[in-house]
């Protein structure tokens, strides 16, 4: 039986990207092995969504309240991409990886599947 998901994020400057998570996010991890960093992260949902084009995957943190979190991440230098929009289904903004990469953020309106 599947008991977990893995998420993989791809980066230019993976070690950067892996300081991130532990120092900045403070995620509790596990070293694979030369430093390959595994964090665990919060509970999570998976969605579904149509694609007219090519297929695609996203990568979207959750809070509980994104003006907060923002100003809490600004204060440790993290660097927003997008302001705050009002998607309909919650608040969404992004925000870049120290290597290069961008993921999104949002406070949910929408019932959580993280529960159950």
């Not at 980066?11 to 092995?33: C, I, K, N, Q, W």
């Not at 994104?66 to 992004?94: C, H």
Request: glycine share 12%.
């Amino acid at each position: 039986m599947i008991n977990g998901g893995h998420v993989v994020i791809y980066s230019r400057d993976a070690e950067a990207d892996r300081a991130f998570f532990r120092d900045v996010l403070e995620y509790p991890h596990v070293d694979a092995g030369g430093g390959w960093l595994i964090f665990k992260l919060p509970p999570a949902e998976a969605a579904v969504h149509p694609a007219d084009g090519a297929e695609a995957h996203e990568f979207y943190f959750m809070c509980d309240d994104v003006d907060s979190t923002v100003a809490e991440l600004s204060a440790k230098g993290v660097e927003f991409t997008q302001p705050v929009t009002d998607a309909g289904w919650g608040r969404l903004t992004r925000f870049r990886l120290p290597g290069g990469g961008e993921v999104g953020m949002y406070e949910p309106r929408h019932e959580r599947a993280t529960g159950l």
